[in-house]
């Protein structure tokens, strides 16, 4: 069982940063790649960025490549995105989610979601 909570939102303008954080329960947390998806007004909710059990691997939807980073720290059970050059449409309740391994298959646990929302 792992369980995941979310922080690090807030309201910001366009270009700026934020940081979120995932904090992971559990003991077996270097087991689980992590994700990042978001779901805006109105939307579906959307992959951002995943990374894998080691950290060596990661992946990202093409609307936040070159502007958001995911990295994890393994030690303190925690997974980061940091958000630089925000944008409007990146409004959204941003979700970590955890699935054992590295291979494919669905995300088995959500956290709660941190609300970002970027003025222009």
């Known amino acids: 069982q792992v369980q995941l909570v979310e922080s690090g939102g807030g309201l910001v303008q366009t270009g700026d940063s934020l940081r979120l954080s995932c904090a992971a329960s559990?003991?077996?947390?270097?087991?689980?790649?992590m994700g990042w998806f978001r779901q805006a007004p109105g939307k579906e909710r959307e992959f951002v960025s995943a990374?894998?059990?080691?950290?060596?691997?990661?992946f990202y939807t093409d609307s936040v490549k070159g502007r958001f980073t995911i990295s994890r720290d393994n030690v303190k059970k925690t997974v980061y995105l940091q958000m630089n050059s925000l944008k409007p449409e990146d409004t959204a309740v941003y979700y970590c989610?955890?699935?054992?391994?590295?291979?494919?298959?669905?995300?088995?646990?959500w956290g709660q979601g941190t609300q970002v929302t970027v003025s222009s």
């Open positions: 989610a955890a699935k054992f391994g590295d291979n494919g298959g669905a995300y088995t646990y």
């Open positions: 559990g003991r077996t947390f270097s087991f689980y790649g």
């Open positions: 990374i894998t059990t080691t950290g060596v691997n990661t």
